[in-house]
């Protein structure tokens, strides 16, 4: 089966929205609160890379902000970015990494090439050259 982005973002979206509106506390009459007392923040990193020299990707921003803005409904706090090179990339993922160690409940989003590097998966900048 050939891999569709459109339909592995509507599984991810759908995932999500049940894990964090599965527990009763998450759900109010009009919808999801942002957040319940006491509960840790949300916060998630989502990154869009598309636009690659070699071999750019038309889906992977457009999948980003469709996640995103599904995270936001949800009461997560959303640093977003696309198309971004290796500097940019690394200080958003330094940020991410400062605003969960006071607790925080972390989710991270990737859409782009990536290579596996043994034992990790390896995520690639937009900068990247064949």
């Not at 923040?41 to 869009?48: K, Q």
């Amino acid at each position: 089966m050939p891999y569709n982005s459109s339909q592995l973002t509507q599984n991810i979206i759908i995932l999500l929205s049940l894990t964090l509106l599965g527990h009763p506390s998450h759900a109010t009459d009009k919808g999801l609160e942002r957040q319940q007392a006491g509960e840790p923040e949300r916060i998630a990193l989502v990154i869009g890379n598309g636009n690659y020299q070699s071999r750019p990707l038309k889906n992977p921003v457009n999948d980003a902000q469709d996640i995103a803005q599904a995270l936001r409904q949800l009461g997560f706090s959303v640093i977003f970015k696309t198309n971004a090179d290796q500097a940019t990339m690394e200080n958003a993922i330094n940020h991410f990494g400062k605003k969960l160690d006071g607790g925080a409940v972390g989710l991270f989003y990737y859409s782009g090439h990536g290579v596996q590097s043994r034992p990790f998966p390896a995520l690639n900048n937009s900068n990247i050259k064949q």
